[in-house]
C-alpha cells in the first residue's frame, strides 16, 4: 500500500530531447526530472510547467520545454516554432536523449514497460475540433492500443494516441506498451499514473 508521504524533488537538470525523426539528438531542454526509480512505496512528486504529478514507485519522469530554435543555437526546427512543455512517464529508466514522442525511449522497453508521453500544443488548439474531449484520458483499455497508433514501429509494440483540453490547455496522451500483449496487466499502472497527473491553467 502507497505511504502518503510525498517528498519532493528540487533538482534541474538540462537533458536532451528531439523532435521526432530529427537526425540530431541536439535540443537542450530546461526540465524538472524525478530522479531515481522509487521502490521504497513513497510517491515522488513531480511538478513544472503547470503540470504535476505523483509518480508511483517503480515510475519517473521528465517534464520540459525544449529550446525555441534560432540562427544562433543549433537546436532543430523552425524559427518561428514555440515550444511548450513536453511530459514523459515510465515505469522504466528513462534515457536522457529521447524524441518529444518517446523515440530513443521505447528502444529500451521490455514487455511489462509502459511510456506515458503528455505533449502540449498551442492555446489556438484548445477547444477545438480536435481537441474537443475534456480531461486528461484515465480509462485507458486494451482494445485502444495498436501498432498503427505508434509514431515509430516497433515489434510487439502498441501505441494509442488521444486528443484533449484540460485547463484550456491542448495536449496530446501519447501512451506505449512495450508488448500488446502485457496490457492487461501494464495499463491499470498508467492509468493510475495519468489519475495522479494534475494540469493547472497556463
Not at 65 to 93: K, Y
Request: aromatic share 6%.
Amino acid at each position: 500500500m502507497l505511504q502518503t508521504a510525498r517528498p519532493t524533488t528540487t533538482a534541474t537538470t538540462p537533458a536532451t530531447t528531439t523532435r521526432e525523426g530529427a537526425r540530431q539528438p541536439d535540443r537542450r531542454v530546461c526540465q524538472q526530472r524525478s530522479g531515481q526509480v522509487r521502490q521504497d512505496g513513497r510517491l515522488m512528486k513531480l511538478a513544472s510547467h503547470g503540470i504535476e504529478t505523483d509518480l508511483p514507485p517503480g515510475w519517473e519522469g521528465r517534464i520540459g520545454v525544449r529550446t525555441q530554435p534560432s540562427a544562433d543555437t543549433r537546436a532543430i526546427g523552425d524559427t518561428s516554432e514555440v515550444p511548450h512543455p513536453i511530459v514523459h512517464l515510465a515505469n522504466f529508466a528513462l534515457p536522457e536523449q529521447r524524441g518529444d514522442f518517446g523515440s530513443g525511449a521505447v528502444d529500451l522497453m521490455g514487455d511489462d514497460d509502459v511510456l506515458v508521453v503528455l505533449f502540449e500544443y498551442g492555446p489556438e488548439c484548445a477547444n477545438t475540433a480536435l481537441f474537443k474531449r475534456q480531461g486528461i484520458p484515465k480509462d485507458l483499455a486494451p482494445s485502444m492500443f495498436s501498432s498503427s497508433a505508434l509514431q515509430r514501429t516497433m515489434p510487439g509494440q502498441a501505441g494509442c494516441q488521444i486528443f484533449f483540453t484540460e485547463a484550456g490547455r491542448a495536449f496530446c496522451s501519447y501512451t506505449v506498451l512495450g508488448r500488446q500483449s502485457s496490457a492487461l496487466r501494464v495499463l491499470p499502472q498508467a492509468n493510475d499514473t495519468l489519475s495522479r497527473t494534475r494540469i493547472a491553467p497556463r
